[in-house]
């Protein structure tokens, strides 16, 4: 899920490169196949908001590749990432908070028990969530995504604790902070040279290929479930 977007793409391209067979699941079809262009992999229409669309979705999957061994959700945001302001909690409307926690957390959900049906009755899968550091030690401005990226690490564990009997293992992975053309200006001003000099113990940031090999290796992992598994330098609990 998530696949036009930067991370999606880049762990598309990964997966097909090892060998998966990939279904690349976004809103727009023509976003999905231009990110993905030379790539072998098929295309699927959903909306982690719409349950029935990410059902569907997972249906398509078994349908035309014979069962769903991985899903991995990357779709999700920062309020400013999803085309609003990043602002102090105390300036947040009901529509940004709902917005925010809609498209992380319940869009993780929707994504976990369509995935979590379907590898139950195959007795193995592995669900694979995208969290965020925020979710665990928030900066300015971010009460809603951290608030929401909190949720889906706690959905992460629960969710592995009830699919754990059918072999399913669920995980989530803080990607770091990655620089990309969804961060807005502002937001790049205000974080990363901070990040960079004064956080991040390499003195770098991570990158879309770094994520995406880390998921492809957490994929093939048998004997984990319920982890979070940190791409960073920080220090974040």
Known sequence: MGASGVLGAALARRFAAEGWQV????RDEGRVQAALEGVPASVAVADVLDAR???????????????????VNASGGSLAQLGGE?????????????LVLDVNLRGSFNCVRAAGRVMAEQREGHIILVASGSGL?????????????AGVIGLMKGAARDLGPFNVRVNAVNPGLIPHERMPAAAAGRFLDSYKENEAMLGRFSTPEEFARLVVVLAGASHLSGQVLNLDSRVLV
């Open 23 to 26: 279904l690349a699941v976004g």
């Open 137 to 149: 030690r928030p900066g300015g401005r971010s009460a809603a995504y951290a608030a929401a990226k």
């Open 86 to 98: 990043d602002k102090p909690v105390t300036e947040l409307t009901d529509a940004d908070w709902r």
């Open 53 to 71: 669309s990410v059902d569907l979705c997972v249906q398509q999957a078994v349908a035309e590749l014979g069962r769903v061994d991985v899903l």
